[in-house]
């Protein structure tokens, strides 16, 4: 049934602007991004901060902290960053899970941090044409061990974590890891599905159903929304409504090298979720509903 339905805004993603032109890099162009979304009806904003002077992205306490506290300043929002992949540049190698969690910690410090992102399993990353053209992509880890610290330190705020489920065993480990820590805060799950990309489904009806009976299954309760990467989303919302899920779009997730910005994805969206019945949920109502 038709209810309300939460809209995330993923901004920019880790593609820069070689890939993705239109997504925003400083600091001033993430927020003004955010908030011309928010404006338009996007409740959650995620993000992916960088070095401008690079153009690559950059896992960074102070960074995020100018972003989020420069959306919260001009409106409600939840904002929430990305998780660094193991092996990012930007975290101790020796680190272990300790080091991908540091800037949100940081964050955390600040009093800034809302939301988590984890993703609760690993896989195979490639593009389609990546590897018609020979390429091997890579492997994307996440241990056991990882999630669990990730799991643990949300415990210690009560703080949500966004699950990205890049495959359908993601959303069994991660709602079997999830219940070992009561005191964490409720994961959403966010199902992703692609175009072009190798990985789960691409975004057709029978894949989001199949979803969604392993949801009724494994995680009955839990909020769910559709995202992805390389993908158009579209003919999916009206379904996706309809059995009461969320949405999330932006230039993160969209097909490469869209003429859109972040601003007409989320307003084509708006018009899809309403269209199909939904109403937008508020930051607030949000909020309310993980608290339940």
């Avoid at 805060?185 to 159903?209: C, E, H, N, V, W």
């Avoid at 995202?227 to 969320?246: F, Y």
């Avoid at 003429?259 to 607030?284: C, F, H, M």
Wanted: aromatic share 8%; with cysteine.
């Amino acid at each position: 049934m038709a209810g309300q339905c939460w809209l995330e805004v993923a901004l920019n993603g880790p593609w820069g602007k070689r890939r993705q032109p239109h997504v925003p890099v400083s600091v001033d162009e993430i927020v003004n991004d955010a908030v011309a979304c928010v404006e338009a009806g996007a409740a959650i904003v995620h993000f992916h901060a960088y070095d401008v002077a690079t153009g690559r992205q950059k896992d960074d306490a102070d960074l995020y902290a100018a972003i989020v506290d420069g959306v919260r300043s001009r409106c409600d929002a939840i904002v929430y960053p990305t998780l660094p992949a193991d092996g990012s540049a930007d975290i101790d190698p020796q680190g272990g899970a300790d080091a991908r969690f540091a800037a949100l910690k940081g964050l955390a410090d600040r009093g800034l941090v809302e939301w988590g992102a984890l993703d609760p399993g690993s896989m195979n990353f490639a593009h389609a044409g990546q590897v018609a053209a020979g390429d091997k992509g890579f492997v994307y880890t996440n241990s056991v061990e990882h999630i669990r610290a990730g799991l643990g330190f949300a415990a210690t705020l009560g703080l949500p974590m966004a699950y990205a489920i890049y495959e359908p065993g993601f959303l069994r480990l991660g709602a079997q890891l999830a219940a070992e820590q009561p005191g964490a805060g409720q994961p959403i799950y966010r199902l992703m599905f692609t175009d072009g990309f190798t990985f789960s489904y691409p975004p057709k009806p029978y894949a989001l159903q199949a979803y969604h009976e392993l949801l009724r299954e494994f995680a009955p309760d839990a909020p769910w929304m559709i995202a992805g990467l390389d993908v158009d989303l579209t003919p999916l919302i009206p379904l996706a409504v309809a059995l009461g899920g969320h949405v999330r779009v932006g230039l993160e997730d969209a097909r490469l090298g869209t003429p859109k910005t972040n601003l007409e994805i989320v307003t084509e969206a708006v018009s899809a979720i309403e269209g199909a019945g939904g109403s937008l949920a508020r930051p607030d109502q949000i909020r309310a509903s993980l608290r339940q």
